[in-house]
Structure formats: structure tokens, C-alpha cells
């Protein structure tokens, strides 16, 4: 398994609360992994503490290590805002900029610092939207507010934002908790059809969904990395009891 990040005796606080206990985990490039496990574990903490976002929590910090390629992006020398360029975070309720639908994409592409002129910004907008599966349902509507979007096609709007940066993690926190069935649908495959492009780790709290997109599972339970290994061998063989628990619906 070739790693896109590497955890190294990771822990977690909030003020003097511990939220994240000497994690150790390796996350497998251009490979959904899924982070699972009830609520309160600490998922959504470990998700962001990949891109440096936790630390935008009052009173938050971390000790140890997160090496995205191979850099500890907790080093004193690192750019805080190009490691949160390198590895995008997908929300769990879609955050739409209070502008157009095509204006959204295109701060992505500004963000990235993309420099051409009017009609390659469009080719690009119109890249990103067919990469979230958006661009059939707004080609005609594209200077129409982003609010004007259903939430589902508002979710997948973020996803083109965020593609639009050019990164190279994605990272999904419960990204269809707030979505009905359907455009959880959109959502989910849209993810499946960009693991070949981008390494993806996706935080649920649906066992279903986590089967449905795992390649590489890691199983949490306050604030400790219980197990983890290919999704295949966590689900249909768990070693450790507190995992073959939760599988089986008793937490």
C-alpha cells in the first residue's frame, strides 16, 4: 500500500479535553477511506486535523505528526494555507458563496491562482461542474445565485468549488448527512468515479454508506483508532472485538 498521509502518535485536545488518543494510521493513495465509528469518537477531529482546520476551533491542539507526501504539515516552517489547498474538506451541510454558480467555481480556480483569460476560465468552470455532475442541471442557469440550487446540487457545487482548487485529498466530512437519498446517490458516485484522481477519506456514521465506498476502513471509538486495514478484511473478518460490536449493530 502506497501512503498519501501518514499519523504519528497524534493526539488531540480541546482546551484540557482529550479528543484524540496516540493515533497511528497510514491513509492508502487515490483510495476512498472511510472513517467510521458512533458519534463522539472522534472522527470528524481526526478528518481535520489532516488540513490544519481543527486548529481553527477555539482552544484546539495537537502533538505529533500528519505527513501529507511525506511533509509534517504541523512543522513550524509549513504555509497553512497551501496545505489547506493540497487537501480540501467537503462539509457536512454545503456552504455556497453568496454569488453566482458560476462565480463559486470560479474563486475556486482564482484560489488556485489560475491566470488565463475569459474563455479558458469558462472551460474551466465547465470542467469542474461536469466533474461533480453538475453541469447538465445548470449549464442554462449558470449567473442565477448558488442559493437558487436545491441542497443537493448545492453539495455538489462545493465539491466543484473545492476540485477547482486543485488538490490533492479530498476530504468528506458526513458529506450527505444533510442530502436526501437521491442526491446522496449523486454524491457517493461522484466520489467513486474521482478515487482515481484523488485520495478521498470520508467521515460516516452510516455503516451502509461505509461499505458502499470503502477501500480502506479505520474503525474509531473515544478518540482511539480501534482498527484499520482494507475495508474487505475489516468488515468481513474484524480482529478486535470492540469493531466486530459495532458491525453488528450493538453500538
Excluded at 461536469?130 to 442554462?140: M, N, R
Excluded at 482548487?165 to 458526513?174: N, Q, S
Excluded at 485520495?199 to 484499520?228: C, N, P, S, W
Amino acid at each position: 500500500m502506497e501512503s498519501h498521509i501518514q499519523v504519528r502518535d497524534l493526539n488531540a485536545f480541546y482546551g484540557k479535553t482529550q479528543a484524540l488518543r496516540n493515533i497511528n494510521i497510514e491513509i492508502p493513495r487515490k483510495q476512498i477511506t472511510v472513517i467510521m465509528g458512533p458519534s463522539g469518537c472522534g472522527k470528524t477531529t481526526l478528518l481535520k486535523t489532516f488540513n490544519r482546520f481543527l486548529e481553527l476551533n477555539d482552544g484546539a491542539s495537537v502533538t505529533g505528526e500528519v505527513l501529507v507526501d511525506e511533509q509534517n504539515i504541523y512543522a513550524r516552517d509549513v504555509d497553512v494555507t497551501e496545505v489547506r489547498k493540497r487537501v480540501g474538506l467537503l462539509a457536512q451541510r454545503p456552504a455556497p458563496l453568496p454569488m453566482s454558480i458560476y462565480e463559486n467555481v470560479a474563486y475556486g480556480l482564482h484560489i488556485h491562482q489560475m491566470r488565463s483569460g475569459k474563455a479558458a476560465y469558462k472551460e474551466a468552470v465547465r470542467h469542474y461542474l461536469e466533474l461533480s455532475g453538475l453541469w447538465d442541471e445548470v449549464k442554462k442557469r449558470l449567473h442565477e445565485p448558488a442559493t437558487s440550487l436545491s441542497i443537493g446540487q448545492q453539495q455538489r457545487l462545493c465539491l466543484a468549488r473545492g476540485l477547482a482548487i486543485e488538490p490533492e485529498v479530498i476530504l468528506g466530512d458526513e458529506p450527505t448527512s444533510a442530502l436526501d437519498p437521491i442526491s446522496s446517490q449523486h454524491i457517493e458516485k461522484k466520489l467513486l468515479e474521482l478515487k482515481s484522481q484523488y485520495t478521498t477519506v470520508v467521515v460516516t456514521h452510516t455503516l451502509r454508506q461505509a461499505k458502499r465506498l470503502a477501500d480502506y476502513a479505520i474503525f474509531m471509538y473515544l478518540g482511539e483508532v480501534v482498527e484499520a486495514g482494507p475495508a474487505r478484511e475489516v468488515f468481513n473478518n474484524p480482529q478486535q472485538e470492540r469493531t466486530k460490536a459495532y458491525l453488528e449493530g450493538l453500538f
